[in-house]
Structure formats: C-alpha cells, structure tokens
C-alpha cells in the first residue's frame, strides 16, 4: 500500500471492516467440508434450492441487472466519490474489482443453467470460489503491501457471500 494514496487505503480499509462480521461469522460458524464447502451449510441451504429449481419451471427470466459489488461495497464507493469529489480522483468510481462482482451476480443469475437443487448449491459454491480468486488475483496486481490485503478482502467477500447470498436472493 506504500505506492497506493492514503484516500484508497482508507477506503479499503473501510470496505474490509464493514464487510469483517459478516465474514468472521460465516468463518467460525461453519468448518469446511472436503469439495471447499460445508455439509452444515449444504444441508440447510438445500431447501431454499429446491424451491429455486421449482419456481424457475417454466419461467423465462428478466434482463440481467447489477448492483456492482452487493453488501453496499459499491454503494459505498460511489457515496464516497459523491460526498468527496477529490476522492475520485484517486479512488475512482466503482471499486477497482468491481468486475468481479458483476461476473459473480451473472452466475448467480443464470445459476449455470443446473437443473436440481444439488447442482444449483454446487454452482453457487463455484461462483463465490471464483469471485474470490478474482479479486486476489487482481491484488496479486497491485504492490506487496497490498497484495495480502486483497487476499483478506477476498477472503471475507467469500464468507460475506456464502453467508448473505442465496438462491431466489
């Protein structure tokens, strides 16, 4: 972070601890399983994707719309440009991996065309695996400082999003 102005520093910090008990909860509650998962998880999660595969019978689905990065991370960006114009200069407008977030809502949106629940939970579970390595390879970009702090932002991003994001959210 030593080449990275003290605005984004701040910023990213900001974003990493909104998003800390979300992901503390989701890391202590649930131990992993050996497919990167969590049987705990699996079970309880398995109901929500079978009423997912039997509401989407039939139905054709709407455009694809984003939010950019959810749990307000893009919100809050742009809030920040907003209320601090200077700040875009050095932050920009969006956060720097926000593509990330929108490849990971298409996979939620179109839940890799599965067709029962198991499918649709082990999709899910790749998504959020793939959101994760995007943004730590986009901080594997950046100076060595930085480069563990994307791995951390990363890391609570992924529990953040097996513990708020669901299926027919």
């Known amino acids: 972070m030593k080449n990275m102005p003290m605005r984004r520093q701040v910023l990213i910090l ?8 979300l992901a503390m909860s989701a890391f202590f509650l649930h131990g992993r399983d050996n497919s990167g ?31 950019g990065c959810s ?5 809050l960006w742009q809030g920040m440009g907003d ?3 200077v700040l875009t200069k050095s932050i920009g407008t969006s956060p720097p991996w926000e593509q990330c977030c929108v ?14 629940a198991e499918q ?11 959101l994760s390595k995007c943004v730590a390879d986009f901080g594997k970009q950046q100076t060595a400082p930085a480069k563990h702090e ?9 529990s953040a999003v097996r513990l708020g994001g669901a ?3």
């Not at 994307?150 to 992924?158: G, H, N, P, T």
């Open 83 to 85: 209320t601090f114009p």
């Open 37 to 67: 998962g969590n049987a705990v998880e699996r079970r309880a999660e398995l109901w929500a994707h079978k009423r997912l595969m039997r509401v989407r019978k039939g139905i054709v689905p709407g455009p694809f719309i984003t939010d």
């Open 14 to 21: 900001s974003i990493v601890i909104i998003i800390a008990t």
């Open 120 to 130: 649709s939970f082990d999709a899910r579970l790749v998504a959020d695996h793939i």
């Open 71 to 75: 749990g307000g991370m893009s919100a």
């Open 150 to 158: 994307y791995q951390l932002l990363a890391d609570m991003m992924y």
């Open 103 to 116: 490849t990971h809502d298409k996979a939620y949106f179109d839940a890799a065309d599965t067709t029962n």
């Open 167 to 169: 299926p027919c959210s």
